[in-house]
């Protein structure tokens, strides 16, 4: 299993760089950022397995920095850090898909502990989610890592773009995606420039997709995307 990695924003110096060193000596791999800015500035979809955000920092707080990494992955679990004990904050915490909620003053102990469970969890349903080396849903057959889409009328060299969005939705089959989580994991950019080349692919995946009635790729109106299997 690869060292998990955390995004731990914390803006208090000494409690930062114990927390950081202190994670890493426990076997993960730590990013250490000051502030909420740094924090977002940092984030990319992928490169981190949990966020540790306190909420009171300068520039963007933690609840802030949430939604915006939010946006990017919904799925990346975050445990908020924090002095604040109201129940609305808490609440509010929890709304925007916060995994855990650890009050300040905190044992170290308690933290690792909170830590593991939340990768226990997470790491395993992501890793439940992860297509195999090949999928094959009626007379399609489709290879990821050779971007090779098999169709009854004979095998098509996807383009990196339509690999990457094939991957996305079959990873989330009979689920919604976003058009924001769509582009910023493999546009990087959710610009309208970047909304209208993303469409041009999905036209181009729907072509490919009419050689097999079961499998659809749906507009979900406002939202997203979802790619359906009929069985």
Known sequence: METPKILLAEDDENLGQILSEYLNLKGFKTTLCRD????????????????????????KDG????????????????IFLTAKS????ILE?????????????????VLLMRIKAVLHRTLKSNADRELPEEVTVG???????????HLPSGPVKL????????????????????RTVALKRIW???????????????TKLRKYLKEEDSLKLLTVHGEGFKMVHLN
């Open 188 to 202: 990087k950019d959710d610009s309208y420039f970047n909304a209208r080349s993303m469409d041009v692919y999905i």
């Open 86 to 89: 109201m129940k609305e904050d």
């Open 63 to 78: 609840f802030q920095l949430a939604g915006e990494i939010k946006e990017i992955d919904p799925e990346i679990p975050i």
């Open 159 to 178: 383009t990196t773009k339509e690999n990457e969005l094939m991957k996305l939705f079959l990873e989330n089959l009979n689920q919604t995606v976003t």
């Open 93 to 109: 915490g929890f709304k925007i898909g916060a995994d855990d909620y650890i009050t300040k003053p905190f044992s170290m102990e």
């Open 36 to 59: 909420g800015e740094e924090g977002a500035a940092i984030f990319r979809p992928g490169s981190f397995d949990l966020c540790i955000l306190d909420l009171m920092m300068p520039k």
């Open 139 to 149: 007379a399609l057959r489709y290879q990821y890592a050779s971007n090779m889409l």
